[in-house]
C-alpha cells in the first residue's frame, strides 16, 4: 500500500504536470491552495488503489470541458494550443481543459475541470474554498462570490496585480481563472463570456 505521504507527493508533481502550475515557470501564489483543493479530495480514496494517477485516452467529457470553454476573450489573444485530458485516480475519474490567452503582457489562463465521475473531488473542492475568511488589505482582497447563481471565491494580490476567481458550476464544473498583471474587474468581464446557465447538469 502506498502511503499517505507519497500518495500526496506524487499527486501534486502530477498536478504539476498537468499545467496547474502555470505556463510560466514563476510558480503561482495560488498554487498552494488549489492544491490543497485537488490533493485532499482525492489522496483518501486512492492510496490502496493500484496503479492510480494515470492518464486516460481522451473521451467525450474531454471535448465536452474544451467546448464549454470560449475560444476568444474580448482583447485577449490565445497564445498556445488548448490542452484536455482525462484522468483516472483509482476509483475516481475527471477530465479537465486548459487555455492560456495574453495581451500587451498580460495572461488569463483558464481551467476548467469535469467532476461528473468524482463527485468527492468536487464536495471537497468546494468546502475548502467556502472556509476561506474574507480579507481585504494593501496586500491581498480574498472572498467569497455568487455569480448567477454560481458560488465560488476570488482573489486579488494588488502589489502585483495578480488575480484569481474559482467558481463551482451545476454541482459538477469547476473553473479557474488566473490572471498575471489583471485585475479582478478582468476576470469578471471574462467570466460573462461563459455561457454557464447551458452547462450540462
Known amino acids: 500500500m502506498i502511503s499517505l505521504k507519497r500518495a500526496a507527493s506524487v499527486f501534486r508533481n502530477d498536478c504539476r504536470e498537468m499545467y496547474l502550475t502555470g505556463v510560466t515557470t514563476r510558480m503561482s501564489p495560488f498554487f498552494p491552495l488549489f492544491a490543497k483543493v485537488i490533493t ?111 458560488s465560488g471565491w476570488e482573489m486579488y494580490h494588488p502589489k502585483t496585480k495578480t488575480s484569481q476567481m474559482s467558481l463551482g458550476i451545476c454541482d459538477r464544473f469547476f473553473l479557474n481563472l488566473t490572471g498575471e498583471r489583471v485585475e479582478l474587474e478582468t476576470l469578471h468581464d471574462v467570466l460573462a463570456m461563459f455561457d454557464l446557465e447551458n452547462f450540462p447538469k
Not at 67 to 77: A, H, M, T, Y
Not at 101 to 116: A, M, N, P, T, Y
Not at 128 to 142: C, F, H, I, N, Y
Open 40 to 150: 485532499a479530495a482525492t489522496v483518501a480514496a486512492c492510496v490502496a488503489v493500484p496503479g492510480w494517477g494515470q492518464r486516460r485516452d481522451k473521451t467525450t467529457s474531454d471535448h465536452l470541458v474544451l467546448n464549454l470553454v470560449p475560444n476568444r476573450l474580448k482583447g485577449f489573444e490565445q497564445v498556445s494550443d488548448s490542452k484536455s485530458s482525462t484522468m483516472k485516480i483509482g476509483t475516481l475519474q475527471y477530465s479537465m481543459c486548459e487555455k492560456t490567452f495574453e495581451r500587451f503582457g498580460q495572461s488569463i489562463k483558464v481551467l476548467l475541470f469535469d467532476f461528473k465521475e468524482a463527485p468527492i473531488m468536487y464536495s471537497q473542492a468546494m468546502k475548502t474554498g467556502g472556509k476561506m475568511l474574507p480579507v481585504e488589505s494593501d496586500s491581498v482582497v480574498a472572498r467569497n462570490v455568487v455569480i448567477r447563481e454560481c
